[in-house]
């Protein structure tokens, strides 16, 4: 019997494909694998998807660094995002500035990065698609 594992599934309510590009470019995500509703082997429920969803995406996975993460556009809901946060880690204090800088683009910071007693830099925001993240160098 294999051991259980726990994988954030995030729902980005339409802007899947935007996010994973977005995720790409700012912290080097690697897409494994991306389905859209339309190539699914069996057809949704009639009325399951919000008009215009079969081009969105109905599952992906990807990767930041060693963790693998599932996506979807959802089937029309709204996202949201609360209630956690996605905690990066990151080797150098360079690295923590420049990825922080870009998830902050077109988003909010929620504390700066700063010194704390248990990193050289620490910092929270809230990127353009809702995702809270918390960066921090390893110490």
Request: charge should be negative; glycine fraction near 10%.
């Amino acid at each position: 019997m294999s051991t259980p594992y726990v994988q954030p599934y995030l729902f980005f309510g339409g802007r899947c494909e935007e996010a994973l590009e977005f995720y790409r470019t700012t912290l080097g995500a690697q897409v494994d694998m991306l389905m859209r509703h339309k190539e699914s082997p069996e057809p949704p429920p009639p009325g399951m998807l919000a008009p215009g969803f079969e081009n969105k995406i109905m599952h992906a996975s990807f990767r930041i660094g060693a963790t693998t993460l599932m996506a979807s556009d959802g089937c029309g809901e709204d996202s949201s995002f609360d209630g956690f946060s996605l905690s990066l880690a990151v080797p150098t204090e360079s690295e923590a500035d420049s990825t922080f800088a870009a998830l902050a683009e077109g988003g909010q910071v929620r504390m700066p990065l700063t010194k704390t007693f248990w990193s050289s830099r620490f910092g929270m925001l809230t990127d353009r698609f809702g995702i809270n993240w918390m960066i921090t160098v390893q110490e």
